[in-house]
Every structure is written in structure tokens, then in C-alpha cells.
């Protein structure tokens, strides 16, 4: 028997980039100023690479394995 599981496939969305915010779990930092350059080449030039972003979860141990 295939094992239930409740989780939502991915889905594809376009947002705009000030509804974008940086995860405070995340260990990677940069200074202003480069935020600063990088939010202008994405305005300018759109993105290369396609970006991967998660909203909030309510129950952040589910995440973890």
C-alpha cells in the first residue's frame, strides 16, 4: 500500500520582488549595498536563473527531518 501524505504539490507563482523577505534562519548574509546592486540587475534584467522561495510555514518542525 503507497504511503498517505498531505503534502501540497509545488506550484509555480510569479511575485513581486518586494513581497520577497529574507529568511532570518538563513546563514548567508550580505551587506546593504549588494542587496542594494542585486534588487537593480533583477529589475533591469530579470532573472537568469529562476529563484526558489517558501512561504512562512506554521510549523517549522515539520520541515526538519
Do not use: K, W, Y
Request: charged share 25%; glycine share 4%.
Amino acid at each position: 500500500m503507497a504511503p498517505v501524505t498531505t503534502a501540497r504539490p509545488p506550484t509555480i507563482e510569479l511575485v513581486p520582488i518586494d513581497d520577497l523577505h529574507p529568511d532570518p534562519a538563513n546563514p548567508r548574509r550580505i551587506s546593504e549595498e549588494e542587496l542594494d546592486a542585486l534588487e537593480r540587475s533583477l529589475r533591469q534584467f530579470g532573472f537568469v536563473q529562476t529563484g526558489l522561495a517558501s512561504r512562512p510555514c506554521a510549523t517549522p518542525s515539520a520541515l526538519q527531518s
